[in-house]
């Protein structure tokens, strides 16, 4: 069974920071490029982060370029988004993706960052 299990959210102040994780299982981790992704109240989902499954390489969304993190530890089947210098509109639900090469395409139910004071 595939899941994806986000954690590590949480409410945080302007400026602050957050470390969330999301737990694979079920597929073959390392054979799958790693996105984070977000959606604020009433907005549309929007894509934050990939790392990819090979030759590793990160690409960011420039509102979040030198302040978010993504990366992965294949030995442990968990990818990572380290938030640091953290704004209120970086509110939103945080959602892992996990894609492979042939299509399959996995959710995690995501996790609540909330920046205010």
């Known amino acids: 069974q595939v899941q994806l299990v986000e954690s590590g959210g949480g409410l945080v102040q302007p400026g602050g920071s957050l470390r969330l994780s999301c737990a694979a299982s079920?597929?073959?981790?390392?054979?799958?490029?790693m996105t984070w992704h977000r959606q604020a109240p009433g907005k549309e989902r929007e894509w934050v982060a990939t790392?990819?499954?090979?030759?590793?390489?990160?690409h960011y969304l420039d509102s979040v370029k030198g302040r978010l993190t993504i990366s992965r530890d294949n030995d442990k089947n968990t990818v990572y988004l380290q938030m640091n210098s953290l704004k209120p509109e970086d509110t939103g639900v945080y959602c892992c993706?996990?894609?492979?090469?042939?299509?399959?395409?996995?959710w995690g139910q995501g996790t609540q960052v909330t920046v205010s004071t």
């Open positions: 079920g597929f073959t981790f390392i054979s799958y490029s």
């Open positions: 993706n996990a894609l492979s090469p042939y299509g399959d395409d996995y």
């Open positions: 790392i990819t499954r090979t030759v590793v390489r990160t």
